[in-house]
């Protein structure tokens, strides 16, 4: 096979082929030059939109060739139709071969100075505005010198990317399975995924300790199936366990920037060093607490604490952001109530968190809503009868509650119930136990009308 660029290039005669999502990796030679280089070609079976990314990782390689431990950019050029790009050869194999296929023994200090290296290279990509989104330990190879290069540029976006000229679909995931982070799988995020390269940055250095890939989950890294005390000596694992569980925060800015876990890393290597020095015979407070703390904080049942708070809260943001969005839409009915029905008859208004006395009538549940106040929220429309209905009916009030929550089993409850007192009885109009709120709000926002349609008929039975 022939590639034509600025150089002529032959492929090797029974050369090693690699084969990828997207291309095909051939060893190739140049005219008059006994050198191995890596030609990686188009595959012509993938789609226009991959087709796109290949051409803007040509131009992206092209561009980074300056940075130390990016691919170098040799020449490209397009064989029947499909472009290509020539690249050095990189013979001592990848991340992946050193440190997850490899049984040998590799000492702990050898795996934070390769993870440290990449990290240097990774920060002159970020500050020029550049995410990578595919960071793992196979896009990591190993130039002649046994130095990490970052190979793959197929996903990466500027942090100013436009929506429309963006090349992933809404629907689509991207990255690697066990690398990618949470909020690349879970919606449309924003341009500015250099947070997410800290997850996968966090999740390669976990697969290099542990000897294994990352586990395919979006779980924050440090709970007692995947602790590094599984791995390492205790006395390591804890030490280097926090700066794997940081990177893999659940919340992108809960990650640290990539200059501040270069200082991380650091701190981390000469702690480990220290390890192996005698102790002192004599330790301040200060320097006795630095380390209870540190063995604490680093620990799997501190971490998976953490963890759980962690998720709790951003269930626990979902939940104020769905009660907020509704506390509006009431209030705008509340309003329109009372500007269209006869006077005299009462007042209509907005009841929230505090304020009222609500009993949620559980019987008829098919779920258990938990006990913990923190973790359930209600509102309510509701109407105060005038002094002079109250007289001649006893009517006093009709309530329209809303009460959403956490059940037992850890998902989401949305309740409607009506009550009228004195008289009817409460009645639960709708209730449903569901994984993700706000899309099942957002298709009950549609129904709010027929629930008021029931409300008015409470207070109207009373004429």
Not at 103 to 117: E, L, R, Y
Not at 271 to 288: A, F, G, K, V, Y
Not at 438 to 454: E, L, P, S, W, Y
Request: hydrophobic share 35%.
């Amino acid at each position: 096979m022939k590639l034509e660029g600025a150089s002529v290039w032959e492929a090797v005669v029974g050369g090693r082929i690699f084969r990828g999502g997207n291309s095909i990796v051939y060893e190739v030679r140049r005219a008059g030059d006994e050198s191995l280089y890596a030609a990686k070609v188009f595959n012509r079976d993938a789609d226009e939109q991959s087709l796109s990314r290949f051409n803007n990782e040509i131009i992206l390689v092209k561009g980074l060739v300056d940075i130390k431990g990016c691919v170098s950019y040799i020449d490209h050029g397009m064989i029947e139709e499909k472009p290509f790009y020539i690249m050095p050869l990189m013979e001592n194999g990848t991340f992946r071969t050193k440190y997850i296929t490899n049984t040998s023994s590799i000492d702990i200090v050898q795996i934070i100075d390769d993870f440290s290296a990449i990290l240097v290279t990774v920060a002159s990509i970020h500050d020029l505005g550049l995410a990578i989104r595919d960071i793992k330990p196979q896009n990591i190879l190993l130039d002649v010198e046994g130095r990490p290069v970052i190979a793959d540029f197929g996903l990466s976006m500027w942090a100013d990317t436009p929506d429309d000229e963006r090349q992933t679909r809404i629907e689509e995931a991207i990255g690697s399975q066990g690398y990618r982070p949470p909020e690349w799988h879970t919606k449309y995020p924003n341009p500015n995924h250099r947070s997410g390269d800290i997850w996968s940055l966090g999740r390669t250095l976990w697969a290099m300790v542990a000897r294994e890939n990352a586990p395919n989950n979006y779980e924050t890294l440090g709970g007692a199936g995947n602790h590094l005390k599984n791995y390492l000596p205790k006395e390591q694992a804890l030490i280097l366990q926090g700066l794997i569980t940081s990177c893999t925060s659940q919340e992108p800015e809960g990650r640290p920037p990539i200059g501040e876990l270069i200082d991380m890393c650091a701190d981390v290597r000469k702690q480990i060093l220290e390890l192996s020095n005698p102790p002192s015979q004599r330790q301040t407070l200060q320097d006795m607490l630095k380390k209870f703390s540190q063995s604490v904080e680093n620990s799997d049942v501190y971490i998976d604490m953490g963890r759980r708070e962690s998720e709790r809260n951003i269930l626990v943001q979902e939940l104020d952001e769905t009660v907020g969005s509704l506390i509006e839409i009431l209030q705008e009915r509340a309003k329109y109530i009372n500007e269209h029905t006869p006077k005299g008859i009462g007042n209509c208004r907005v009841l929230s968190r505090g304020e009222g006395d609500p009993f949620l009538e559980k019987k008829d549940l098919r779920f258990k809503p938990v006990d913990n106040e923190a973790l359930k929220r209600y509102l309510a429309l509701r109407f105060d009868y005038s002094a002079s209905i109250m007289q001649h009916t006893g009517a006093r009030y009709a309530h329209l509650y809303f009460y959403i929550g956490f059940t037992q089993s850890g998902k989401f409850f949305w309740v409607v119930q009506l009550s009228d007192y004195p008289g009817k009885k409460s009645e639960i109009l709708d209730s449903l136990e569901v994984r993700s709120l706000t899309t099942v709000a957002g298709q009950k926002v549609m129904q709010i009308n027929q629930f008021i349609q029931r409300f008015l008929e409470t207070i109207q039975s009373h004429f």
